[in-house]
């Protein structure tokens, strides 16, 4: 079965015959790893590469995402699309230049972020904890989205929507080593905005990863500004995940004492994770990932990972027309 290969020591990752293999420094034994077991590849050291092992990479359709010494990411090596389609890029270019289309998509993504919201929101207040100002205004949030005529405006609702469901965060965790405060991003200004920005990072690339592996371009969006520089599909579809996903990978790791503060520490006025902590944070959100639930078009249980690129393949039905794009939403 494959996975997803975390990097975390320098060194030399290179090809030998068809397998890879990663060269430590020092002493460090030589580290074999299949190409048949390799998904995607994250890198969060000093690592070297070739020409040879890139064009190993293309040829077995793997991507590979660098993180920085913070923990932030940096860029992808995208292979060759190999299952782009050219008319589904025309299909997605026309619904970004037509602005009633485009919007009918942005606001289906906000739609499905804030109601993901408010499922995570529910399920804590089913367990004892007082969230009902959060929840009432969510639901206040999510009454304006059709009124808005821009993606701006929708980008605005998500945003104070956001800050509102944050507010809930100290209430649900009631650790006051990870309080919330208010939202910091580059510094983190404490432990859990330093989870968060992590959390958010592993899900664009997971997103990322999974449009790979569809016919769509990740680089046309409809939320957030599609620009010269960046992916930005990607960023669409983790708004929908972020609180099923991110925030309940956090939750869990904070209630269950599976995260302490010795896993931070602060560098250049920010807080970050450690390596330790980011190990013992990735290994949370994968095992996330993994979780079945089901789904109940489909009727079988499939995976949040899974569910991720069946959102992928909704979108490609929306393109060609054949079926409305309507977002996943977490019900029970």
């Not at 699309?81 to 008319?87: A, H, Q, T």
């Not at 800050?163 to 580059?186: H, V």
């Not at 999974?210 to 599909?233: A, C, K, M, V, W």
């Not at 904070?254 to 560098?267: K, P, Q, S, V, Y």
Request: with cysteine; aromatic share 12%; proline share 4%.
């Amino acid at each position: 079965m494959k996975r997803v290969i975390y990097i975390f020591s320098n060194g030399w990752l290179k090809r030998e015959g068809n397998t890879l293999v990663l060269i430590g420094e020092e002493d460090e034994p030589k580290k074999v790893i299949p190409i048949e077991v390799v998904e995607e590849i994250r890198v969060f050291s000093e690592l070297t590469t070739n020409k040879r092992l890139l064009e190993f990479l293309t040829q077995k359709h793997i991507p590979m995402h660098f993180f920085n010494h913070h923990g932030y990411y940096m860029g992808t090596y995208y292979p060759r699309e190999y299952m782009n389609s050219g008319l589904i890029t025309l299909k997605q270019a026309e619904h970004f230049l037509n602005p009633e289309w485009r919007m009918e998509l942005a606001r289906a993504f906000v739609y499905g972020a804030i109601s993901n919201m408010l499922f995570v929101l529910r399920t804590y207040s089913s367990r004892g904890r007082d969230l009902s100002f959060q929840i009432h205004a969510l639901e206040k949030q999510l009454s304006k989205i059709p009124d808005a005529e821009a993606p701006a405006e929708l980008m605005a609702v998500e945003g104070h929507a956001r800050d509102l469901y944050y507010t809930a965060f100290d209430l649900i965790t009631q650790n006051p080593d990870f309080s919330f405060e208010t939202r910091t991003r580059r510094p983190p200004a404490n432990r859990m905005n330093a989870l968060i920005s992590f959390g958010n990072s592993l899900l664009y690339v997971t997103a990322l990863s999974e449009i790979y592996r569809t016919h769509l371009d990740p680089r046309i969006g409809y939320l957030h500004q599609t620009n010269e520089r960046s992916f930005s599909l990607n960023l669409d579809l983790a708004e929908i995940f972020k609180p099923l996903i991110v925030d309940r990978t956090i939750f869990s790791l904070i209630n269950r004492a599976e995260i302490n503060t010795g896993d931070f520490h602060e560098e250049l006025g920010g807080i970050y994770l450690k390596e330790a902590g980011r190990k013992k944070f990735i290994q949370a959100f994968e095992k996330r990932l993994a979780e079945t639930l089901t789904h109940k078009r489909l009727r079988r249980k499939v995976s949040y990972r899974r569910l991720i690129r069946l959102e992928c393949y909704k979108l490609y039905r929306h393109f060609l027309g054949e079926e409305d794009y309507f977002p996943y939403i977490r019900t029970r």
